[in-house]
């Protein structure tokens, strides 16, 4: 299995493996990590491209579970609340960049992520 890091310069990805790099992206908007986690397991093997998008975004996914979980304590201390929806408008902000980045056959890498999957 090639890694897209081999031939990202040069690789032009296909319609559909765009359509299914975006849709990694929006998708967990309203579906959570299943999404990413759903087409991760399904493409992983056919298409370096849409793995590659797709391991970005599920990483996301769960990196922002385990901060939301660490923010919930902190609402009793009121800041809780404030990282919260930070950590909801971070989410619906960077999930729109990379479905852009994704539809031009491009690769955003989501910060504050903690790399899971590979």
Known sequence: METLDHFEED???SSDEKTMALLSH?????AGFVAP???YIIKREE???VRKHAAESLNFQISLAI???VCIPLIFVIVGIFLLMALGLMAFI???????KASEGDFFKY???IQFVK
């Open 37 to 39: 986690l759903v087409i």
């Open 111 to 113: 910060p504050l992520t």
């Open 26 to 30: 929006i998708l967990p908007i309203v």
């Open 11 to 13: 690789y032009l990805p």
């Open 67 to 69: 901060y939301a979980v």
């Open 47 to 49: 298409s370096p491209y």
């Open 94 to 100: 960077f999930a729109i960049i990379a479905t852009v």
